[in-house]
């Protein structure tokens, strides 16, 4: 039930972060938005239970995904402006 919630979380936090970090080097399909917000909310989990912010188990909340998310996005941008 945690991997699902932490999807769960990623949509929501893709769209969120998709509106906060605007560009055009920025992914422009909503599939694609939404899979890196998933993986931005695994990065917020993965980091916060590193840093000890989270137990074993526990996925990170909305603020936690949507700042991992915002991370990726700022990744993803930088990788595709320099192949542009």
């Given at each position: 039930?945690?991997?699902?919630?932490?999807?769960?979380?990623?949509?929501?936090?893709?769209?969120?972060?998709?509106?906060?970090?605007?560009?055009?080097?920025?992914?422009?399909?909503?599939?694609?938005?939404?899979?890196?917000?998933i993986?931005?909310?695994?990065?917020?989990?993965?980091l916060?239970?590193a840093?000890?912010?989270?137990s074993?188990?526990e996925?990170?909340?909305?603020i936690?995904?949507?700042?991992?998310?915002?991370?990726?996005?700022?990744?993803?941008?930088?990788?595709?402006?320099?192949?542009?």
């Amino acid at each position: 039930m945690g991997i699902l919630w932490t999807i769960i979380i990623g949509f929501i936090a893709g769209v969120i972060a998709k509106f906060i970090v605007p560009g055009r080097n920025e992914p422009s399909g909503f599939i694609l938005t939404t899979i890196l917000g998933i993986i931005g909310a695994f990065v917020a989990s993965y980091l916060g239970q590193a840093v000890g912010w989270y137990s074993a188990g526990e996925g990170a909340g909305l603020i936690g995904a949507i700042v991992g998310a915002v991370i990726i996005l700022f990744v993803w941008g930088a990788v595709a402006g320099r192949r542009a």
